[in-house]
Every structure is written in C-alpha cells, then in structure tokens.
C-alpha cells in the first residue's frame, strides 16, 4: 500500500505515485476507478490521466499504484472465509452463524418482550399453550399500523417491528418446544396465485 514520503498517509500516496511517473493527459479511465480515486483527491473528472498498466512499465526503484490497483480498490473481491489453525474453525464453520442476524433487530424484539414480561412475566408462553393463529393475528396488526406510519404501540411505547418479530419468536419457540396448538386451516394455492399472477 503507498502511503506519503512526509505525513505517511494513505490518500496523500495517490498523489506522490502521480507525481513520481509524471502522467499526462491522453486515455480517461474507466469512471468507477475515477469516482473511488475522487474520494482522496479533488480530481476534475473531466480531466484524462494516462495510468500505467502494470509494474513492469515504471523506472527501476519507483513503486506507484498501477490502474489494475484503482480498478481493484473500486471492485473488491468477495470477502472469503479465512481458517486458522485452531481446530474449533472447522467445527464453527458448520454451525449456524448467529452474528448474520442484525443486532438493531434483537434489540426490537427485546423491546417488545420486556413489555410482554411485565405484563404477563418471562417465557409465560412456555406455561401454557400457544395457539398459531392468535399471534400471527396480533403480528399482522403490528405490521399493518407500522405500514399505515404508525411506529409505536400506543399501549407500549414501543416499536411495532419489535412486535411483530416477538410474535413470530413466539410461535418458533412454541413449535420448537412442543407448546403450539397449530390451528392453520387446510393448505391453499397462495404460492401457486402468486407464480400465475407474476407481473
């Protein structure tokens, strides 16, 4: 990576490579390289700058960041797993990855639970049967009032999304543990009308 002879930074780099190979104007690059080379120079996009292509064309002793280096830093690769040595990587890797799941959406559904262990206490849906179509019915109305622009529950004060998401927490961990009254009727044709009538 160049960073600057005299302040060491990464962006004043850009600057000294071009100064280093003396460009003129003749070829505009491509203008995805030119707006992630704008970000560290105030560069008229406009103008024309005549990178070189590769190492091998500079003077011996001059390293400077090529086009082929712009065009990377603009299109980056995909990010890949990296294992280390421990043997748990492994192990990890197969496993479900929790850190995926977005933490300002646990933190709406746990405003949503504490409402719900206040008034009727913690995991009480464990105590008693959990009937499907009771909590599909209230997280449907949260989402409606939260598409209608409403963003809290006028009773709790807290985020209709938040809701929503501890209804249908409910319901997995009701399935999951063997505590839900699967009340849904017969299966429809829902997925079936929805393929037919693809715009």
Request: glycine letters at 6%.
């Amino acid at each position: 990576m160049l960073v600057c002879n005299c302040c060491g930074l990464f962006p004043c780099g850009i600057t000294q490579a071009i100064n280093d190979v003396n460009i003129k104007k003749k070829e505009k690059l491509d203008k995805k390289v030119m707006e992630e080379f704008m970000k560290y120079e105030d560069i008229n996009l406009e103008d024309d700058f005549d990178l070189p292509k590769s190492k091998t064309e500079l003077s011996e002793g001059v390293t400077v960041m090529t086009e082929d280096d712009l065009k990377q830093m603009a299109e980056p690769e995909e990010t890949k797993i990296i294992l280390g040595t421990n043997p748990k990587d492994l192990l990890g890797t197969k496993k479900v990855s929790l850190s995926k799941v977005p933490f300002s959406s646990i933190v709406y559904q746990a405003l949503a639970m504490e409402d719900g262990a206040k008034k009727y206490g913690p995991f009480n849906w464990r105590e008693n049967k959990v009937i499907a179509s009771i909590y599909i019915d209230a997280a449907m109305r949260h989402l409606g009032s939260w598409y209608d622009g409403e963003e809290v529950a006028d009773d709790s004060k807290k985020p209709h999304l938040g809701h929503a998401m501890a209804c249908i927490g409910i319901i997995i961990d009701a399935l999951e543990t063997g505590n839900l009254v699967d009340d849904r009727p017969l299966p429809g044709n829902m997925s079936a009308l929805i393929e037919k009538w693809k715009k």
